[in-house]
């Protein structure tokens, strides 16, 4: 997808499989807005008694990114980082890790997660609607929709979006809900 062709917000009476997409992009816009132009110390900076960072939030959407629409959707194997890690001695590897990682390093894992879940989903789309199941099943059988893993991915950013608020507010002051245009 062209970069200037990616929406910023939902359209205001678009089909469904638009108005998901844009959902999705307001929120990863939003998101790369608030973790955007930082240094490795802004990165690294924690709120409170949290130890969540940008830094980590970054490299975690970048695995769920990787996680929801290589793996799940496409049935594909993840790449490198992720596949050199031992999840089972460190779960929170993504978390764990990213103070170590420069923050070049940290942007451009995230962005290419999310060019690669855009050509995932793209390509899904080409021949199949929101209603495909993903290659992945649930413990139960089940296997989750397009549509269903958009809306967990907007979901995600949500949450973590607003974690992103108050931890650039507590670095520099940014504030506000909207990336500038």
Same mark, same amino acid.
């Given at each position: 997808?062209?970069?200037d ?5 939902p359209?205001?009476? #678009?089909?469904e499989?638009?108005?998901l997409? !844009?959902?999705l992009?307001?929120?990863r ?11 490795? =110390? ?5 709120? !409170?008694?949290?130890?969540?960072t940008? #830094?980590? +939030? ?7 990114? =990787?996680?929801?629409?290589? $793996?799940r959707? &496409?049935?594909?194997?993840l790449?490198?980082?992720?596949d050199a ?5 460190d779960?929170?590897w993504?978390?764990?890790s990213?103070?170590e990682?420069t923050p070049?390093?940290?942007y451009?894992l995230w962005?290419?997660?999310v060019a690669?879940?855009r ?6 789309l080409?021949?199949e609607?929101?209603g495909q199941l993903a290659?992945?099943?649930w413990?139960?059988g &089940?296997?989750?929709? +397009?549509? &269903?893993?958009?809306v967990d991915l907007i979901?995600?950013?949500? $949450?973590?979006?607003g974690?992103?608020?108050?931890? &650039?507010e507590?670095?520099d #002051?940014?504030? !506000? ?5």
């Amino acid at each position: 997808m062209d970069a200037d062709a990616i929406p910023t917000e939902p359209p205001v009476a #678009g089909n469904e499989a638009d108005t998901l997409i !844009g959902s999705l992009e307001r929120q990863r816009a939003t998101f790369a807005w608030k973790a955007g132009g930082l240094d490795a =110390d802004g990165l690294r900076a924690t709120v !409170g008694a949290s130890t969540m960072t940008l #830094g980590g +939030l970054l490299k975690h959407l970048a695995l769920v990114e =990787d996680d929801y629409f290589t $793996r799940r959707l &496409r049935d594909r194997r993840l790449g490198a980082p992720w596949d050199a890690v031992d999840w089972d001695a460190d779960p929170n590897w993504e978390w764990d890790s990213a103070a170590e990682d420069t923050p070049e390093s940290l942007y451009s894992l995230w962005n290419a997660a999310v060019a690669r879940s855009r050509a995932a989903v793209a390509e899904t789309l080409e021949t199949e609607n929101l209603g495909q199941l993903a290659r992945f099943t649930w413990p139960d059988g &089940r296997s989750p929709s +397009l549509r &269903r893993i958009l809306v967990d991915l907007i979901e995600e950013y949500a $949450r973590h979006t607003g974690h992103a608020d108050l931890l &650039r507010e507590s670095i520099d #002051g940014l504030t !506000g809900e909207d990336p500038p245009r």
